[in-house]
């Protein structure tokens, strides 16, 4: 497929320099359905990126358009701040009848604002609020958000620069295999933590994903997250999870701890959670954990009742019968086996990843970005991830069919030979 630029002048003129996604596709996307995308000229493309995670179900998913809509035409409440509505009744109850409570998880929900940063904000606030330390530890290649408390525990120097002052009451600690397998896990953190002269201050909590999207697709093993929340516990630090990207189903379960059978005691959820793109995140933690005063931490988004919607009628259509988790398992398969043969044919490549969150890893870094883009021209949306964007990462919609996938495959590997 041959693409001419559009002409993007008012998008130039008018929008900020800190654009990103637009300049790596220049389209004017008009229409969106599934897995597919189309621009304005007509041209139309296989979307493997969802909306950064937020698509797990494709766009426009037909069932959550029409709870949507049925919802706006009774003039459903739109804007609630933190009010009880029939909307968020509805989510509340599908969300612990669907979610909660078949995987015994005894979580209280909070609603902290619209966005994934939101989330993590309220959690690191709330263990500092709970255990009375300023510390967080998080982990190296970490990615928790943009705002500032989220920026201290991330690990990308350019993000964090941008934040424009020091970051502080965070220490980061090497993630699962830093060392490629040469040193013992946690052998570092515990010696700080019980040497009296390290200069760690005792640590409120941990946070960790358990597979790092923006770091590069590094997928922590179960065993290491079960080490991981024992030394919490030994510790009397809280165990925070975050699972804005890789939750709702990305890794397969609904939570991506679930494999490592780990009970954290702080989950982030954000992204995928309405269901339909729209903004929408959630706190958990253990009851004992629920110490805010009313009004202690609020936010004038954090009611919005369409997302409510939408998230209650993904969790009833597809958290219901435990078939999502069986299907994203299966297209996982599709993907790994496609990619260990690219990566096999290919010298100087590298594939990993869980669920439906895959990523290849150039050793020529500057490649990486030259396959999405020449993707890009063949009609498939991917993008980096890494340090140094040497990753290209998969995110396909976890409702997209076997040909799709596969559609897209092919033109990812013929991506990779034509860049070679």
């Known amino acids: 497929m041959t693409i001419t630029p559009p002409a993007l002048s008012v998008f130039e003129a008018l929008e900020s320099e800190v654009r990103s996604y637009c300049r790596g596709w220049p389209a004017v996307f008009d229409r969106a359905q599934g897995s597919h995308m189309y621009d304005e000229d007509g041209h139309t493309y296989l979307d493997f990126f969802a909306g950064a995670g937020s698509l797990n179900y494709g766009h426009n998913n037909p069932v959550l358009k029409r709870a949507l809509i049925d919802y706006i035409e009774r003039d459903g409440v739109t804007h609630g701040l933190d009010m009880s509505?029939?909307?968020?009744?509805?989510?509340?109850?599908?969300?612990?009848?669907n979610i909660l409570r078949p995987r015994d998880l005894p979580y209280k929900v909070m609603f902290p604002g619209p966005t994934g940063t939101n989330a993590v904000e309220a959690a690191l606030k709330l263990a500092r609020k709970v255990k009375g330390r300023e510390s967080i530890v998080s982990?190296?290649?970490?990615?928790?958000?943009?705002?500032?408390?989220?920026?201290?525990?991330?690990?990308?120097?350019?993000?964090?620069?941008?934040?424009?002052?020091?970051?502080?009451?965070?220490?980061p600690m090497p993630f699962d295999n830093y060392f490629d397998g040469t040193v013992e896990d946690f052998l570092w953190f515990?010696?700080?933590?019980?040497?009296?002269?390290?200069?760690?201050?005792?640590?409120?909590?941990?946070?960790?994903?358990?597979?790092?999207?923006e770091g590069g697709i590094n997928v922590a093993r179960p065993e290491w997250l079960r080490a991981l929340a024992e030394?919490?516990?030994?510790q009397d630090m809280l165990l925070i999870v975050d699972d804005i990207q890789m939750g709702c189903g990305r890794?397969?379960?609904?939570?991506?701890?679930?494999?490592?059978g780990i009970t954290p005691d702080i989950v982030t959820v954000?992204?995928?959670?309405?269901?339909?793109?729209?903004?929408?995140?959630?706190?958990?933690?253990?009851?004992?954990?629920?110490?805010?005063?009313?009004?202690?931490?609020?936010?004038?988004?954090?009611?919005?009742?369409?997302?409510?919607?939408?998230?209650?009628?993904?969790?009833?259509?597809?958290?219901?019968?435990?078939?999502?988790?069986?299907?994203?398992?299966?297209?996982?398969?599709?993907?790994?086996?496609?990619?260990?043969?690219?990566?096999?044919?290919q010298s100087g490549t590298h594939f990993r990843g869980r669920g439906l969150v895959w990523g290849i890893e150039f050793e020529d870094k500057p490649r990486a970005s030259a396959v999405c883009k020449r993707a890009f021209e063949l009609g498939l949306l991917v993008e980096t991830s890494g340090p140094e964007s040497e990753v290209v990462k998969l995110l396909p919609a976890l409702t997209i069919s076997p040909?799709?996938?596969?559609?897209?495959?092919?033109?990812?590997?013929?991506?990779?030979?034509?860049?070679?």
């Open 231 to 234: 030394l919490c516990e030994r």
């Open 190 to 213: 515990e010696r700080l933590l019980e040497d009296q002269g390290s200069g760690l201050n005792k640590p409120a909590a941990v946070i960790v994903e358990t597979v790092q999207g």
């Open 270 to 345: 954000s992204k995928s959670i309405s269901g339909y793109g729209m903004p929408m995140s959630l706190a958990l933690f253990k009851p004992e954990l629920d110490i805010w005063e009313p009004g202690e931490h609020n936010g004038t988004f954090r009611g919005n009742n369409p997302a409510f919607v939408t998230a209650a009628a993904t969790l009833d259509t597809y958290w219901a019968d435990g078939q999502m988790e069986k299907q994203t398992l299966a297209r996982g398969e599709q993907v790994e086996q496609a990619l260990r043969a690219l990566c096999e044919e």
């Open 85 to 97: 509505t029939t909307a968020k009744r509805a989510f509340l109850e599908s969300f612990q009848n």
């Open 139 to 171: 982990f190296t290649n970490a990615f928790h958000g943009m705002s500032l408390g989220s920026l201290a525990v991330t690990g990308n120097a350019f993000k964090r620069a941008g934040a424009g002052i020091p970051l502080v009451h965070g220490t």
């Open 251 to 260: 890794t397969g379960a609904f939570f991506s701890f679930e494999e490592a």
């Open 403 to 420: 040909e799709d996938l596969d559609e897209g495959l092919r033109t990812l590997a013929r991506a990779v030979r034509e860049t070679a």
